[in-house]
């Protein structure tokens, strides 16, 4: 057994965990798991979840809240954290209780386990591309419906860091706002007026509209499918301003091309991949009834 001491969760799970977890529970399950009635109703189990490859662990609240929404007497203990790092073959936990729940609940947790252990993996393996830069790996919005929250709490704990949450919580300006906005500055300005105290981020495809988003006064200025070369073009412009902002960039970002990217000198790369192009972790419980 795994007796080495875990590491602390980087964050708190988000609020709207126990929803979530009930509405895939409900999902699943529906009416009744018409094959746990074929186990005696007072039978006991116990088993292991276990890691087939090396991996980031993440998801263990929701996989506790899938056994104890379906029965408190599910008892878990973990021999690692989210945030930790797993070689192939580590268990990852003890579980026992009513085989009933357990057997109820399993495919829900494994599911939520594999989903988000999956994106911090990919989290991390982003984040030590760019180790010893200046540079963040940010994550963006393309997540899957309902478990944003959940995918960007993955994303921290594989050491990346969360972009905007939604649509409500800052300002990103495109190039379709800029189009009914008539210029760069009409929409800063408008942002501004609108939306006083938010973060606003302008979005530009050329130097040219990097230097309008710059004369505007944009503190945040987001780069899209820039080449190499007007990136670092883009940063010693922005660098000689009095005010600098900062740059971030996205578009045709892939572990092979972020640390070229990083090494420009922009402040952050966003990267959809995180949460959008994830290959499930491959995990197992092995139960004994």
Known sequence: MNERAPPQPPLDPPTE??????AALREDIGRGDLTATLVPAQRQARGQIVTREAAVLCGQP?????FRQLDPAVRLMWYARDGAHLAAGEVLCDIDGPARAILSAERTALNFLQLLSATATAASRFAAAVAGTECTVLDTRKTLPGLRSAQKYAVRCGGAANHRMGLYDSVLIKENHILAAGSI??????????????RIEVEVESL???DAALDAGARYVLLDDFSLQDMAIAVARNRARARPA????S?????????AIAATGVDYVSVGALTKHVQAVDLSLRLQL
């Open 17 to 22: 965990l126990p929803e979530q977890v009930a």
């Open 62 to 66: 929701w996989a506790e809240a899938c």
């Open 185 to 198: 500055a009409a929409a800063l300005a408008a942002a501004r007026s609108l939306a006083p105290g938010t």
């Open 208 to 210: 040219a509209e990097l």
């Open 246 to 249: 900062r740059l971030e960039v």
């Open 251 to 259: 578009g045709s970002v892939s572990l092979q091309t972020i640390r």
